[in-house]
Nanobody, 112 residues
Framework: VQLVESGGGLVQPGGSLRLSCVAS????????FSWYRQTPGKERDVVAT????????YYADSVKGRFTISRDNAKNTVWLQMNNLTSEDTAVYYC??????WGQGTQVTVSS
């Protein structure tokens, strides 16, 4: 199983980024997916989750109304659209398939 995240980078406060997670080596439609984030010295926290069909989603309170998780089962891809970013969103973002398979992470830095 391989999960490859991309789309991170440096963005100014108020800006947007879209993270992608491309999965291989698994039956994509059988898995719910999550995005987590982690800052140095802190635990990895869930940001958003999506079920296999894309109908059911969950967002952490800190990102509700700003972030959107979505998926395309034909492309084996999950996205995290992040809008109105603040410095508090600076972290390494990780994709998780089910409860077992992690990507390598992508750095998001929000700074002027």
């Amino acid at each position: 199983v391989q999960l490859v995240e991309s789309g991170g980078g440096l963005v100014q406060p108020g800006g947007s980024l879209r993270l992608s997670c491309v999965a291989s080596g698994l039956t994509f439609v059988s898995f719910g997916f999550s995005w987590y984030r982690q800052t140095p010295g802190k635990e990895r926290d869930v940001v958003a989750t999506i079920n296999w069909s894309g109908i059911s989603t969950y967002y952490a309170d800190s990102v509700k109304g700003r972030f959107t998780i979505s998926r395309d089962n034909a492309k084996n891809t999950v996205w995290l659209q992040m809008n109105n970013l603040t410095s508090e969103d600076t972290a390494v973002y990780y994709c998780l398939a089910g409860r077992d398979f992690w990507g390598q992470g992508t750095q998001v830095t929000v700074s002027s």
